[in-house]
Structures are given as structure tokens and as C-alpha cells.
């Protein structure tokens, strides 16, 4: 003790001491204070395997239909999925590959510890009693999702029915989709898995919410609110003359006309015979300030408030509107727009509705197993996105554009029933086809389903898209 | 409490440790028992032959100490006969077909320890041949860099095959450098702490005795190049800075090579894959490309940790076999599951108890050749621990250093078994100069 260098054997302990204390907090920190979040990653096996022996829980349909369930094998329990169309929401549940689609945000209600039901989480926790699987109900009406599915039939693309009420989702496909069992089968996952990921269609995306497309006139709705709030006469007539441009400053610039059109066009002939040229002298009269403010009242570049995966989308690259040329597309729905298919169903949905954007969501209840409601999933509306009135003017104007001579939107028109509607021909890469489009929604007055509708490389454009819109509403309806 | 003891009428005999080996056998007989009783286990008979033989074993060690009347520590024994065990334990729940293996290796531990014990007559005598320990040592450090008996496993090139068996040279070179620098230090200590010449407030070596801390850091680097192995270039490093630290008592020089290796490592971060591979692991181990690559081991080692909460999972209950290669590289983590926030302080305590036993022992050695060795000897169980509980912890990048005593491995285990065994001689010597019964 009387060593010269005892006090560096000291010193030295004690920092070593101080790293133990350290290392401590850290094992702190991942066990108990980051255990919550870490503990429903959806890819924790731990997640999947609380069900390994006991069965997960049914995702059903707004009718108690099974979509997915979970069905007794030889070493437990194997996830059965039986809906192709539904692939990209429902996602799958696998041990290799983690958790996706409704599978993933619903998790812990599936093992029966929903976060509504506290009581549930403690018992798992700290006494390791497992309540026995919930299950979730989807909006999804699988006769609306299977005439959209049949609608769709091959063609790449999406379609989305959602209620303008309430917002839950009747049906929802993504083509091209694929087979959720092959990913949950010890035996195949890993070439299944593998291709998927590879698959130059991308098969595992939800067009619905998380593809983007340029909107083309279907965006025109906007520009139409953004002028109407604005004091803009919607009866005062504008001359079109193809090809367009506001001064010389535009140089070789014009904006184009899809008929051709030398004309006066008030703003119910710009909807119904979706007049570019119109909408692009609108959008520069009222200025870049307003087309963006709306823009993005609609939710035009913002992520969705949705239960699965969202895209964003964008008002332009930059975010802002900064030149007249830009200003000009955009008000038709070109420039740098992009939207999923899912965010123009939100804006039509605030038209619906008399101007109240509703909050869109898959599930819509989750039950305990009993069947007793553990939670009710009704996300309150956005907000009041445009004034009841613009909301009754825009609608006259998209029902006109459905059954006014020389509607583009005709395919979509139901015998006995107003239905209101847009055509989009969104002009995509030069050299490829553009994408056709179709939203719209019905009954006109009072309306109980909205629909979105893409198919990518159409030949037509939205000529060919209007026709599947009503299929699906027809649906809905029940005619 | 050890003077207390040492009044005691049976002065030779040693309670302390053989009471502490009761609860060994009380872990390691529940920790059986539990993992046994879950499905995640199947029943064999070497789960029961196993503890039963690994608590003989242990039993054989302490009668061994008593009937050669040995007279040191009592309290390092216990300590690393429970880490053992908490490793058969751990072995049996997550790699059950290698848990025979871990038994034989652990015979052949306490035949280490019983000869270190034995053998050495003379302790100090160690330092004579310093110079022989480093050939020995840097020749073991190379060679796995041969072909033929050079082996590279899991990208790192730092194994020998030796018969049928792949043993890592460089648990043993750990020991050798510790004799060696203790020795060394010992003899130049005066010239490296007593420096005339300063830059600023700054002592600045001779120039002869710069020489080898500038070749351990070249050392050091080459090896992390032409071995790939982080966790063994900062072990070699750290224990030639704390060894450099303790004969010295400038932390300077440790500050300065601690700035060296931290510069290596942004050199070698730049030039080599695998280095950045690990580094970029450990910043991001959640990124869609790395959490299915490189960082599926740390992320899944993280989902365990946060499923252990509190108080564990439970022995058998989690799924810490979701974490590949985890009896080597990550029984932390898998004990931390099972055993909760408290289980894994308890293990942590274990270390620092040893480390502490340790240094005390090192504080009482008569000689400062002793004083270094078993300074020395104790920082590499701390210095090894920290290093692979912070990386299994995402604290500092991993490597792959084990655990002491609980991660399954031969080399490992054989080699901190002599370590304790030679601890413990130092401890004898002290207690005999002051004439005392065993501590």
C-alpha cells in the first residue's frame, strides 16, 4: 500500500467502475426505458411468435367475412390469407420476414393486447397470460372489393372506394398484387420473398396509398375551389384559343387543349369537356398564393393521417409555385404534381361532404374474443377543407362533367342515380402512355361512396378509367 | 470479515469459498430445472449429467485447494465457478447440441487452473524470461496469418486449427502480454515517469523508450488489417495502454495512444470494408438495407434486450435463439432477456466483484511485478466485458470478443480459468508474507 503506484492501481479501477455504471444505464435503457417501441417493431419475431402455438386473430370484412386467419397445422398454427386482391393492405405476418400491412398496425390487438385494453398488456407483461387473439374489422365490403378487382382485372393500377363520411375504406386494389400465403410457408417464403422484392412491378406496394402518379385533370377540382373562395365568377366566360400563352415572355412555351378548342368556356364547360387552357387562365388569375393555399388545405404534398403506410406526394419539386409556366400546369393538373390515389379520394371526399375532409382508415373495430367491441376506429374528419357552398357548386359542375353533353366522364354514369366525376389524362415520361384516371362519387345529393380510380399506360386515359368508377359505385349502391 | 475468518480455529479450511459455492450449485441446479421445464428444451440425459458433473467438478477444485493447504483468495473461485455455470446454463437453452462440448472444455479449465496453481513454484521467476513471453506471444498473435494451420472464421482470421480442434491463439497471448509488459514496466518504469523533458505541460519520453509504444501500435493496427478483428486491436492496445497507465501514472500516455487508436481506426474506417462494415452497422442498424444484412444480429439482439424489461422473460421463456450465432457472440443479450434489467446487473456485478477482488489483490502484492500482473490481469476481465456487453448494447460498435467464462468457447474459457489461477497465486504470496490463513 505503500507502492508508488497504488494510487494508479486505483485510478484506474474506479474508471473502470465508471464504464460498469455506464454499460448499466445502457442495459437500462434497451430493457425497460426503449422496450416499448422495440417490443411492437413490426419486424420483432417475438410479435408473430406470441401467437406460435395459439391462433392469431381473423381480419375480417365489415360482414364478419374472414380475409385472413389462422388455421391448425401439424406444429400449430399457420396464418391463411383469402383475399389476392386485399395482399397489399392485409400484409402478412411471417416469422423470417416480419410484420406488414394491417398485420403490422394492428399487431398487438391480434394477440389480443390491444392498447385499448390495458389491462390485457399487464397480465402479458408481468404475469405471461396471453388474452386470447382479438380480431380486426376492416372497412373493406368485399362485394364492392371484388367489382373493383373485376373492374380493374390485370391492368396495373389502383383503385380505392372509400365513405366521404366517415372515411373507412369499402375497397382497395393494387394490381399488379400477390400471394401472401407463399410468404408465410416455410417452404417457399424465401424464392417467394426474394421475387417480390425483385419484382420490377412492385407487387408489394399499396398503389392506393403509397403510389404517386402525376393527377392531371382530375386536380382540377382544386383550382376550381381555389377560384371559387377566391370570389371568382364561375359563370364569367374566358376565350380558349389552342395553343396558349399568357405574353411572349413564355418563349416556345404554350399550354395545350386535349380538343383542340377555339371557344368561350364558362367553368362548368371547363369540367365537362375538361378544358386545360380555362383552368390554366383561372390558376393565373387568381395567382400562385391561393392555387397553393388550397392545394394544400386538400392535403396536396402531405402525408395522409391513414392506419397502413402513406406516400406524400408533392405540390411541385421545389414545394412552392415560383414561375407562371408552372403556375399555368399545375392549375390543370401537370407541372410537378403528384398524388396518390388514395389523396385525391380524400378531396373528392371533402366535396361529398359538403366540404368536410374525413380521415381515411382501413379497420374500423377491433373485437375481443368474444366478439365484444374492444375499440372503435373513427378518426374524426380533417377539417372543414371549402364552404358548403363551394361544396355544392363544385358537385353540380362534376355531375355535368359525368352527364352534360360531351362529358368526358360519361362511362361512369349509373342509370337512375347522379353521379359526380372527373376524367384525368395524367401525361406521364415522354414516349409512354399516359395514365387514365377517374374520381368520382354517389349519389350526387347525400353521397355514400367516393371512388379513385388509375390505370396506369392506358391507352384511352380517363375515357377508359370513368367506366370502372361506376362498376364500383354500381356496387356500393347496390343497382 | 476475512480477518474474522482467518481467527477461526481451522485456519486452513475455506469457508468463504466453499459457502459460495453453494450458491453456484443453487443457480446452476434452478437454471437447469427451469430451462428443463419449458418446451423450448428437450430432455436429455446430459442436461441432468451436465450441472451434477460441473458441480463435482468445482467441488474437486475447492477440496483440491484445501488439501494442498493453499492460502489465497477465496472469493475469485466462486465467482468464476457461477459465471461457468450461468454459461452451461445459458449453452443448454440456446445451443443444447454443444452443450457436452462446453463440459469438456471446462474440465480442461480446471485442469488449467489446478496446474497454475501448482506449477509456477516461483512467481517473480515469470519476469525473467519477459523477453521469451513476447517472441512467444507476437508469434501466436501471427500465427492464424499462415496458411495450413491458419483459420478465418466469420470473417475473422484469428484462429489456429490444432488437431481436430480451432482454438484462438490470442486468449493466450492476453496473458503473455500482461506477464510481458508487467515485467517490463517493472524494470523501466523510473525512465518513462520521470522524463526531463516536457513540451509544454506534456512529458515527452526518451526516445528509446518511445520506440514500443509506437511498434504496439503498429502491432495493434496490423492486426485489426491482416486478422479483421476490432474486438482483439483494442483489446491488445487497452491493455498495453492500462498497463503503460499503471507503471507510469500519466494518463497522458493513455490519452495519447487512446487519440492513436481512435486515428487508426478512421484511417482503416476509410480503407477497409470490414471495418466500415461494422462501424456503419452500429450507427444505423435499423436501416432498411442493413436490418436484413449486416445489422440483423445487433437489431434482433435489441428486440431480446427489450423483451427482457424489468425481470425477464423468464429462463426458456423469450426467444433469444432468434439471434443468430447468439451463444458466442451475444449470451448477453440472451441472459438479459430471461433475466430482465436485474439479472443483468447482477451479472455485471459479478465482474466488477472480480474486479474489485482483483485489484485488491494487486494493491496488497509485495513486489510491483506482482502489483502489475495482477492489475493487469484483472483489467482484461473488465476490459473484456465492457467491450462486448457495450457492443451488444450498441454503446460502441461490436466485435467479437466473449464473454468471460459465460460465452460459449474453449480457448476462452481455459485461458480466464489460468488467469484466475494465476490471480490467485498472486494473492498467495501476499498472504504468506504476512504469514495470514487463506483470504
Known sequence: MTSPISSNIRSLTFALAIAFLVTSIGAAYWTVLASDQLANDPFNPRLIAATNGRPRGAIVDRNGTPIATSERTDSGFARSYKDRTLAQVVGYASSKFGLSGVEAAYAESLIGQDPADPVSIWRARYLGDRSPAGQVVLGIDLKIQKAAADALGGRKGAIVALDPRTGAILASVSVPSYDANQVVDPAKQDAAFDQLNHDAGRPLLNRVSQGLYPPGSIFKVVTGAAALESGFDPTKKLRVDDPYQADKSWGDYFVRSSSHAHGLFDMSDGFRLSENIYFAQVGLQIGAAKLTDYARRFGIGSTPSLDLAAAKGQLSDSGSIERPTLLADTSYGQGELLVSPLQMALVYAAIANGGVMPTAHYATEVRDAEGHVVRQIAPGPVGQIISPATAKTLTTMLVGAVAGPGAFAFGAKIPGVDVAGKTGTAENRPGEAPHGWFVGFAPAVNPTVVVAVIVENAADGGVAAAPLGGAVMRAALGK | ?439
Not at chain 2, 368 to 390: D, E, K, P, R
Open chain 2, 1 to 439: 470479515m476475512m480477518r474474522a475468518e482467518a481467527a477461526v480455529p481451522l485456519g486452513r479450511a475455506r469457508f468463504t469459498e466453499l459457502s459460495l459455492l453453494v450458491w453456484v450449485a443453487t443457480f446452476a441446479i434452478t437454471g437447469f430445472v427451469a430451462v428443463l421445464a419449458t418446451e423450448t428444451s428437450t430432455f436429455t440425459a446430459t442436461a441432468v449429467v451436465v450441472p451434477v458433473a460441473f458441480l463435482a467438478l468445482m467441488l474437486a477444485l475447492h477440496i483440491f485447494l484445501v488439501s494442498i493447504r493453499f492460502r489465497g483468495d477465496q472469493i475469485l473461485m466462486p465467482i468464476a465457478a457461477g459465471l461457468t455455470a450461468i454459461g452451461l446454463v445459458l449453452v443448454q437453452r440456446l445451443a443444447s447440441d454443444l452443450l457436452l462440448q462446453q463440459l469438456s472444455w471446462s474440465i480442461i479449465a480446471a485442469g488449467a487452473f489446478a496446474a497454475t496453481i501448482v506449477v509456477p513454484r516461483d512467481l517473480t521467476a515469470l519476469a525473467r524470461f519477459k523477453w521469451s513471453w513476447a517472441l512467444l506471444g507476437l508469434l501466436l498473435l501471427i500465427a492464424p496469418l499462415f496458411p495450413v494451420i491458419g483459420r478465418e472464421i466469420n470473417g475473422a482470421r484469428i484462429w489456429i486449427k490444432v488437431g481436430p480442434a480451432s482454438i484462438e491463439p490470442w486468449e493466450a497471448v492476453k496473458i503473455l502480454l500482461v506477464v510481458f509488459f508487467a515485467a517490463y514496466l517493472e524494470e523501466y518504469r523510473e525512465v518513462l515517469s520521470h522524463s526531463q523533458r516536457r513540451i509544454g505541460p506534456f512529458p515527452v519520453p526518451p526516445v528509446p523508450y518511445l520506440v514500443p509504444i509506437v511498434a504496439m501500435w503498429v502491432i495493434a493496427m496490423l492486426v485489426m488489417v491482416f486478422e479483421k478483428d476490432m474486438g482483439a486491436t483494442v483489446l491488445f492496445f487497452g491493455i498495453f495502454l492500462a498497463m503503460l497507465f499503471l507503471a507510469t501514472g500519466e494518463a497522458f500516455y493513455a490519452l495519447i495512444g487512446l487519440a492513436l487508436l481512435i486515428v487508426g481506426g478512421i484511417v482503416a474506417y476509410q480503407l477497409f470494408g470490414h471495418v466500415q462494415t461494422r462501424v456503419d452497422t452500429w450507427l444505423r442498424p435499423f436501416d432498411e438495407d442493413l436490418r436484413f444484412g449486416t445489422g440483423y444480429q445487433l437489431v434482433q439482439g435489441l428486440y431480446a434486450l427489450a423483451n427482457g424489461g424489468l425481470f425477464g422473460a423468464g429462463l426458456g421463456n423469450g426467444m433469444p435463439d432468434r439471434i443468430p450465432v447468439v451463444w458466442s457472440d451475444f449470451v448477453f443479450d440472451a441472459f438479459a432477456e430471461e433475466a430482465g434489467l436485474a439479472g443483468a446487473l447482477a451479472l455485471l456485478a459479478l465482474y466488477l466483484v472480480f474486479l474489485y477482488r482483483g485489484m485488491i489483490i494487486a494493491l496488497r502484492a509485495p513486489t510491483m511485478f506482482l502489483q502489475l500482473l495482477a492489475a493487469g490481469l484483472s483489467f482484461i476481465i473488465a476490459l473484456q466485458t465492457l467491450v462486448i456487453v457495450g457492443g451488444n448494447l450498441r454503446l460502441i460498435p461490436l466485435t467479437g470478443i466473449t464473454l468471460p467464462f459465460v460465452a460459449y468457447g474453449g480457448s476462452s474459457l481455459v485461458t480466464n480459468w489460468m488467469l484466475v489461477g494465476l490471480l490467485m497465486r498472486v494473492s498467495q504470496v501476499s498472504s504468506r508474507m504476512r504469514g495470514g490463513g487463506p483470504e
